[in-house]
């Protein structure tokens, strides 16, 4: 199994149809990102860094993860989020 086959299974995607993508070659990488509750800011004023908690996400939505794709043509890619949605 792939680093790539492996990262896509880790976040969930191996049900789906990941394992096509990474043996055609299309899927480059699967990556998985912290909640939002991880969230924080990074703000420097006068060299001195200040992280504070957030920013809290008031969306609906959000990104938990993302899958980085190389395709021949937006037709494909269209495809492929059709599929994935």
Do not use: Q
């Not at 504070?52 to 993860?65: N, Q, R």
Request: hydrophobic share 40%.
């Amino acid at each position: 199994m792939s680093r790539t086959v492996r990262a896509a299974s880790t976040i969930g995607w191996s049900a789906r149809p990941g394992d096509s993508y990474a043996s055609s070659g299309e899927l480059l990488g699967a990556y998985g990102l912290a909640d939002e509750l991880m969230a924080k800011t990074v703000r420097v004023r006068d060299g001195v860094p200040a992280v504070t908690d957030g920013p809290y996400i008031e969306a609906k939505e959000f990104v938990s993860s993302f899958f980085l794709l190389d395709v021949d043509s937006e037709k494909r890619a269209l495809e492929i989020a059709a599929e994935c949605s």
